[in-house]
């Protein structure tokens, strides 16, 4: 999905396997079994979800596909949908692909909505058939076309990725914006964070602020957040520290990482709230214990200068660690920089290399300068001129100061060749996609 933070995961290939027999709720498990032994068809599919569920007798999942089938043999076509769920996912017996693209198709030639839906996802996936966007976004259509909000998305999503067909941000806008219109959160956070980002679309603040409103006061704390941020900047809304300040907090109350993070920036630079290192270290601290990487980066650099808490080398290893291993390119550079010094930890030039180089091939310039710094006094390596001056270059293009500083002094020590193959070197580079760099650890666990 194009939008990290908000990625829709297609949870329908297994919400609402058995959904609940609306004719038939409000009667007893004595009178649904009476009717369904007498053939009713609404009151056997009835039964089925209760076998399925365990609602008031024991689960049964074989005695469900039963119920289904008899619903079936008197036309009735959710109990269709719901047998092709029953194959696609081996409930109530084998796990049979062609037999539950038949009745999901059976349910979806009579509009039956998620049945069009979860062939969708099926194809989308390629979950039990072979995957084909192309046929994944035609049942989405359908299905979107009949006003399903979930569908909806799905079809926005297609369309601004490109995915099964043409890639069409004004339609990906149109259909994000029907689902949206219909109350769907998640389509109003996508319409939002469009706009916002200027994701394809012109940027328009407003009307970002207008769907982040409408999903926040749903108490959604991603939208609680982002409307906060957007007030506290006056982005798309007149500023407003305190409506700002306000709306991230009750993000952050509901233990949303990045809005405990942002609070912690808030009291740090004394952003809408008095200036308190001690303060904004708790929320740090918050966020961290979640497994936020910036936070647990922000709290290592606290511990590690003394900022806020009292200064414990030991710990800011301990976080650096954590962010490291998540391969937050920062992190690793500052992890790096104890081994290396044996701040809080025993020196390890090899592990820092490591370090420094993982981060740099990610394409961070601290870690890209550090690692030409290791390259040219042969500090965990061998002395290797045209390298340093590699990575040196690579940091400086990113604007860092001493990096572009450094990188005369580097040449003038140089051959003519050097230079020209280091230049060579670094034009080829590209940031390489590493897997997680593990380092290892002296300490289990920070202090809280």
């Not at 569920?53 to 949908?81: C, L, M, T, Y």
């Not at 799905?154 to 806008?173: H, P, W």
């Not at 956070?189 to 940027?203: D, E, F, M, N, S």
């Not at 007030?231 to 990482?257: C, N, R, T």
């Amino acid at each position: 999905m194009f939008i990290k933070s908000t990625k829709i995961t297609r949870v329908v290939l297994l919400a609402g396997l058995f959904c609940a027999a609306a004719p038939l709720v409000a009667k007893s498990l004595k009178e649904t079994r009476t009717e369904a032994e007498q053939g009713n068809a609404e009151a056997q599919h009835a039964m089925g979800l209760r076998c399925a569920k365990g609602n008031g007798v024991p689960k049964n999942e074989a005695a469900a596909v039963e119920w289904f089938r008899k619903a079936i043999a008197q036309g009735h076509v959710d109990s269709q949908r719901q047998l092709g769920m029953c194959y696609l996912l081996g409930t109530g017996g084998p796990q049979d692909a062609a037999e539950a693209v038949k009745w999901l198709r059976l349910a979806a030639a009579q509009n039956h909505v998620a049945a069009m839906k979860q062939l969708g996802v099926c194809y989308s996936l390629g979950s039990s058939v072979p995957k084909d966007m192309a046929e994944g976004v035609r049942w989405f259509r359908q299905a979107a076309q009949r006003g399903d909000a979930d569908a909806q998305l799905e079809l926005g999503m297609a369309y601004f990725d490109g995915e099964g067909v043409v890639q069409d941000a004004a339609e990906a806008v149109k259909w994000f914006r029907k689902a949206a219109e219909q109350g769907d959160l998640n389509a109003q956070k996508l319409l939002g964070i469009t706009y916002a980002q200027g994701l394809r679309v012109p940027p328009d603040l407003v009307e970002a602020v207008k769907w982040f409103r409408k999903a926040a006061e749903k108490e959604d704390p991603e939208a609680q957040l982002r409307l906060g941020v957007a007030y506290s900047l006056g982005a798309g809304v007149a500023q407003d520290l305190k409506q700002g300040l306000s709306l991230i907090k009750k993000s952050a109350a509901q233990k949303y990482a990045l809005a405990q993070l942002e609070m912690g920036e808030c009291y740090m630079h004394g952003a809408g709230v008095p200036k308190d290192p001690a303060e904004a270290v708790a929320w740090y601290q918050k966020a961290a214990e979640q497994g936020d990487a910036l936070a647990q980066t922000k709290l290592a650099v606290a511990y590690l200068e003394g900022i806020g808490v009292a200064q414990n080398t030991a710990d800011a290893v301990v976080w650096f660690r954590k962010a490291a291993e998540q391969n937050f390119p920062i992190a690793q550079v500052g992890l790096a920089g104890c081994l290396i010094s044996g701040k809080g930890v025993p020196k390890d030039e090899a592990q820092a290399t490591r370090l420094f180089r993982a981060a740099a091939e990610r394409g961070d310039a601290d870690g890209q300068f550090a690692l030409s710094l290791m390259y040219e006094k042969g500090e965990g390596m061998e002395k290797n001129p045209v390298e340093a001056l590699k990575w040196c270059r690579l940091a400086s293009q990113q604007g860092h100061d001493i990096a572009f500083v450094h990188q005369a002094t580097l040449e003038a020590s140089m051959t003519r060749e050097q230079v020209i193959e280091a230049v060579r070197l670094e034009r080829e580079w590209k940031p390489a996609k590493l897997g997680p760099v593990k380092v290892k650890s002296e300490k289990a666990e920070p202090a809280k």
